[in-house]
């Protein structure tokens, strides 16, 4: 394992870090890499889905504060640095049909001002990999959607000296990668290990209506079991999102170490060849004073492209 590289990890609100890829974060850094988290917006319109929160005047007099307190006691726990890109949340519009967008919200932005401030932090942090959401953004929301678009576009920007001149010297991460969370796969391996345990299974319900929404090709698997419970742990600190009696801690730890002791992320472009099955986010980019040699040098060519076409959906 690679010691002493730079990752960053760039999601659109807080607790999203923590659902998605946060053993691999904690895990990175007990190992003594940097771990840098960007959370695009401050999840100002999140509604409280913990019961036993709702209704609680401090929380409603200031959400965003709230939400950045409950970041910071997540970023504690993941060992992680973090910072704001400063746009505002979209929320989750509902309705047949969708009501329109707020005005001023993340989603809506122009990309090339969020394309910038990415840059910005690229810049300044110096990654030498990134990880986002696909396509899909995940699950269809406007700003996991944009996330996906603004993540890419930066990816693509930060090493070109001509592309925004002002926002520091060009950098190059060499890898971009997304999360693959919920794979069909690991729903239904952990489904069955619960019934196979006589366990009610959370997940009944979502196989029954599993709707594809694209094809998925994972590529890298982090074995992170160890950091399991730390993951939860930075979960259950965004307190007015996660009911600590709910859905996302019904499967007991010890069977997610079994079952699935690895996150999966799937590679979307790198300048370095993708040998799959990776276990390392840094496989192949030698030493950190090798891999920034590679970031600076002006003269990569892509090695793989990973990337779907919008209209491929999951195979079941």
């Not at 730079?6 to 999203?16: E, I």
């Not at 904690?26 to 913990?50: F, H, P, Q, W």
């Not at 009696?245 to 370095?272: C, K, M, N, T």
């Not at 970031?295 to 990569?300: R, V």
Request: aromatic letters at 8%.
């Amino acid at each position: 394992m690679s010691r002493g590289m730079r990752l960053m990890a760039v999601h659109a609100h807080p607790d999203d870090e923590s659902s998605k890829g946060s053993a691999t974060t904690a895990k990175y850094v007990a190992e003594g890499n940097r771990v840098m988290v960007v959370s695009c917006t401050g999840g100002e319109r999140g509604d409280i889905l913990n019961e036993k929160l709702k209704g609680d005047p401090e929380i409603e007099r200031d959400m965003v504060a709230y939400r950045r307190r409950e970041m910071k006691a997540a970023q504690e726990i993941l060992g992680c640095e973090h910072t704001w890109l400063g746009f505002v949340d979209s929320g989750l519009p509902e309705g047949d049909p969708l009501p329109p967008l707020p005005e001023g919200c993340f989603a809506l932005e122009d990309l090339e001002v969020t394309t910038e401030a990415l840059v910005r932090v690229i810049r300044e942090f110096r990654p030498h990999v990134m990880t986002t959401y696909d396509e899909k953004g995940g699950y269809p929301h406007p700003d996991h959607i944009m996330c996906h678009r603004v993540s890419m576009a930066a990816f693509e920007a930060a090493g070109d000296p001509e592309r925004y001149p002002e926002a520091g010297q060009p950098w190059q991460p060499l890898k971009i990668y997304y999360n693959s969370g919920h794979r069909l796969e690991r729903l239904t391996a952990i489904h069955d290990a619960m019934v196979a345990e006589g366990l009610e299974s959370p997940y009944t319900d979502w196989l029954a209506n599993w709707k594809p929404r694209r094809k998925n090709h994972t590529t890298t698997e982090i074995e992170c079991a160890d950091y399991f419970e730390t993951r939860d742990k930075a979960l259950l600190a965004h307190a007015t999102q996660v009911d600590p009696d709910g859905f996302w801690f019904r499967v007991p730890v010890r069977l997610q170490q079994q079952v699935w002791p690895h996150e999966d992320f799937e590679a979307a472009l790198s300048y370095v060849p993708i040998h799959e099955v990776e276990d390392d986010l840094f496989a192949g980019l030698g030493t950190a004073a090798e891999a920034d040699v590679l970031a600076t040098s002006g003269d990569l060519t892509l090695a793989y492209d990973g990337r779907l076409p919008e209209d491929i959906e999951e195979t079941a």
